[in-house]
Every structure is written in structure tokens, then in C-alpha cells.
């Protein structure tokens, strides 16, 4: 009988009973993460992270789900604990390479691409997570000076305990997709120290208002995600009918389906905000010293006005996946820069090359990756051209910025389709039918910003009399 519901309850909404499964536990993280709120002692909080997202993960996605969790986990650790000069080195790479066998092993992105579920979407959280926890129990040991900030804020200068680790690592608010964050916001929250610290007033910071927020805003998401994408299917890509469209058509039909992708991932990373949110950890600080107003910032994962407004493509990572964005900024994009150098576009490429490997090697999600890239240094270009014209010309000033908004919106939607189908054939297929334009706009930009380089105005300062 319950087998029965549950397929009936997954066909009114359109999805495999696997999903509904998992939707189910995931949207069950928000009423557990409110429980932890309650439990009495340090380790007994460590306890109910672990045990919590270990049994919301078998609850998901079975037994074997938890085994794979072990491996990155065992491997982070075992470095931390042997050799701590490369632990972070060591887990990167062994991390990766598990991911990636994982990836390969399940055709995780067949999977989802036909609405199946699988467990390494919480693997990739977690291999982030483990990454994150060796580096900075690495930076424990290097000296303050020439460390950037966020070394400084995140080192471990002791290593974790296995029961902080583990409950770090499966923490069931992030567990399932994100948000990403640090070893040290986890103890520090779990032994109400720093920013979770009662104030000397008593106070705490209510999570409730902001946490309907986040339920009411997933609510909105999932209703607009399941009315467009019956209407937007990925498989018209390869239809006869779609070729048999003009060029305009074409192209809106690719902006249409990117825009019904991303509602799917508001949902989810909106229902992870009310999570971590009404446990405590989302909480990021006060708006000023009164203590009115607190911000939750650190639950948060998606800026949805900033994505689908953004005036350039360098916004987009402060708006899309956020605290993944700033867990490759942090780990690998400022890392590789030398010391006394800029970052550049091999700096940038190496990043979002990291960002596809993460998700999968399908040739899908390497070519928007790559595409990425190129939309976010062509951006870039735009801004120096539209930073370089005098104050006076304001109006000059605002055409650029309307055409830095349109470049990000077709690069951004073309780009976005290999992203969606994975398969090279169908990728090339869809950028073919509106001729490249994505491709070839940001590169004509590149090219033109080497003939036309361009140095920004600065106002000059009027010296008093």
C-alpha cells in the first residue's frame, strides 16, 4: 500500500519514485536541523549531525550510499593524521580521483538528465568538504604573515577529533547538496564560540522569519519548475521540428529551457537555506551594532534576481552556487596565483576546468565550463571598455552596460544547453542551429579588446586652494 501511494505521489508530480524518495528526506533536513537546536551537549551535537545525514542517506539513497562516504572521508582524515605537510595536496587529488570513479561508475549525469537520483550529488558536497578541512588543517602550520585573509580565518591549528570530523563531514543540513562551509564555522557553531557566542544581552538571533523566507521562495521555484518543463523539453534539441525553426526561435527556445533548468536548482538550494538556517549555522552576523537585525549569509547559495539580472558575467559566480564559487576561489583560483602576480585568464580556465571535472566528465559539462570562461574574461573586456569612457559621456557609459547585460544573457543561456544535455552530439547540435553565436561572440570580444586596449578614466581630485 505504501508502495502504491508513493507511486501515485511521484506521478502527479512527474518524477521516479527514487526522487520522491529523496525529496521527501531532503525536504526532512529542515525539522531535523530545527531538532539539533535542542541537543543538550557539545558531543552529543557532533552525534546527531553525523547519525542524522548517515540515516537521511540510507533513507535516500541506501546502505552503499554511506560506504562511499567513508572513502573521501577516511582519506582526508588518514592524511590530516599521517602526513599533515600535504594533507591538503593528498586529499585534493585521492578526492578527486574517487569522485571521479564514482561519477564514471554510475553515469551520475545520465541519471539525473533522465530524472533518476543517485548518491554522488551529496559526494560532491562532501569531497569538497574534506578538501576544505585538510588544506586548512595544512595552513595550521605556516606562519600568519603572507597568508590571505581567508587562510587566516579558516587554518586549524589542532586537528578534529573523529567525532567532529564525522559530524562535520555529514552535518544533514549541507549533506545532501551544500551549502559548503568551513571546519571552522562547525565547531565554532556547535561550541556556540565567535559570532554563535550568546551576547552579553542574552540574546540570539531568531531564524524564523528568514527561514519562511526560504521555504516560501523554494515553494514558488518547484510550482514554476514544474509548469514550464513540460513545455521546455530537452529533447527538442534533436527533434526535426526544431530545426525546421528560424534562427530567433531557436535561440529563444535555448533561453527558455536554460531558464527552466535553473528553477529546479533554486528549489533545491533554497530548501538547503531553510535548513541551514534554522539550525543556527546559516547564521553570518548582525546588519549593525544594535543587534536588530541578523543576516544569514552563509546559507545562502543563490542570488536568483542577481542570476537572471546580472549586468555582467564576472557577477554570476557571486550569485550562482555561492559558497561552491567561493570554495574554488578560495582553493584553487587564488592558490595557483604566484605570489606577487595577477590572476589571469589561465587562472580563470583552471578554475572552471576544477568546476567540470567536479560535476562530471561529460563533454557537456567541459565545454560550459570552457565557454564559461571565455563569457567571464569577454565580460571583463566590456567593463574596461565601458570603465575607460569619461564621466561625461553617461550615456555611452549606460550603452555598454546594456550590452555587457545582453552578452551575458546569450552567452550565458547558449552555454547553458551543454550543461543541460551532456552528450558532445547534442551540444554541437543545438550550439549549430544559432550558428555558434555563443562561441563566437566572446572571442570576436577577446580579439577586439587586444587591438582596442584600454586603461580606465580615473576622475581627478581637485587640490583646495
Known amino acids: ?50 547519525a542524522s545525514g548517515a540515516f537521511l542517506s540510507y533513507l535516500s539513497f541506501g546502505f552503499s550510499s554511506n560506504l562511499h562516504f567513508l572513502v573521501p572521508m577516511t582519506i582526508g582524515y588518514a592524511s590530516m593524521a599521517i602526513y599533515r605537510p600535504l594533507s591538503g595536496f593528498i586529499t585534493f587529488f585521492l578526492g578527486f580521483a574517487y569522485l571521479i570513479g564514482c561519477h564514471v561508475f554510475y553515469m551520475s549525469g545520465d541519471a539525473w538528465k533522465e530524472g533518476g537520483i543517485d548518491s554522488t550529488g551529496a559526494l560532491m558536497v562532501l569531497t569538497l568538504k574534506v578538501i576544505s578541512c585538510s588544506i586548512n588543517y595544512n595552513d595550521g602550520m605556516l606562519k600568519e604573515e603572507g597568508l590571505r585573509e581567508a587562510q587566516k580565518k579558516n587554518r586549524l591549528i589542532q586537528m578534529p577529533s573523529l567525532i567532529e570530523y564525522f559530524g562535520y563531514c555529514l552535518c544533514c543540513g549541507s549533506h545532501f547538496a551544500g551549502p559548503v562551509f568551513e571546519m571552522k564555522d562547525y565547531l565554532e557553531w556547535t561550541e556556540e564560540k565567535g559570532i554563535w557566542a550568546v551576547s552579553e544581552k542574552g540574546k540570539r538571533p531568531s531564524p524564523y522569519g528568514a527561514m519562511i523566507r526560504a521555504v516560501f521562495q523554494a515553494a514558488i521555484c518547484m510550482a514554476l519548475y514544474l509548469y514550464l ?226 586603461k580606465p578614466v580615473r576622475p581627478k581630485t581637485r587640490k583646495e586652494e
Open 1 to 50: 500500500m505504501e508502495l502504491l501511494d508513493m507511486n501515485s505521489m511521484a506521478a502527479s508530480i512527474g518524477v521516479s519514485v527514487a526522487v520522491l524518495r529523496f525529496l521527501l528526506c531532503f525536504v526532512a533536513t529542515i525539522p531535523i536541523s530545527f531538532l539539533w537546536r535542542f541537543v543538550p551537549i557539545r558531543l552529543g551535537k557532533h552525534i546527531y549531525s553525523a
Open 229 to 454: 518543463v513540460p513545455q521546455f523539453p530537452l529533447t527538442r534539441f534533436t527533434e526535426p521540428v526544431y530545426q525546421e525553426w528560424g534562427f530567433l526561435k531557436r535561440f529563444g527556445y535555448q533561453y527558455m529551457a536554460g531558464f527552466t533548468a535553473r528553477w529546479k536548482y533554486y528549489f533545491i538550494w533554497s530548501i538547503s537555506e531553510a535548513s541551514i538556517i534554522i539550525s543556527g549555522l546559516g547564521f553570518s552576523g548582525w546588519t549593525d551594532g544594535t543587534q536588530t537585525k541578523a543576516k544569514w549569509d552563509r546559507a545562502k547559495n543563490v542570488d536568483i534576481l542577481g542570476v537572471e539580472l546580472a549586468k555582467s558575467a564576472v557577477q554570476i559566480p557571486l550569485f550562482w552556487n555561492i559558497q561552491v564559487s567561493t570554495w574554488l576561489r578560495h582553493y584553487v583560483y587564488e592558490r595557483i596565483v604566484k605570489p606577487g602576480k595577477k590572476a589571469g585568464f589561465f587562472q580563470l580556465l583552471a578554475t572552471q576546468t576544477v568546476s567540470a571535472v567536479w560535476h562530471g566528465l561529460y563533454p557537456g559539462y567541459i565545454i560550459f565550463f570552457v565557454q564559461s570562461a571565455l563569457m567571464i574574461d569577454g565580460s571583463k573586456a566590456i567593463y574596461r571598455w565601458q570603465q575607460a569612457i569619461p564621466p561625461k559621456m553617461a550615456m555611452l557609459r549606460n550603452v555598454l552596460v546594456l550590452i555587457n547585460f545582453l552578452y551575458t544573457v546569450v552567452v550565458l543561456n547558449y552555454s547553458s544547453v551543454g550543461f543541460m544535455v551532456l552528450s558532445l552530439h547534442e551540444t554541437l547540435v543545438a550550439f549549430k542551429s544559432v550558428y555558434y553565436i555563443g562561441t563566437v561572440i566572446p572571442i570576436a570580444v577577446l580579439l577586439l579588446s587586444y587591438l582596442v586596449p584600454v
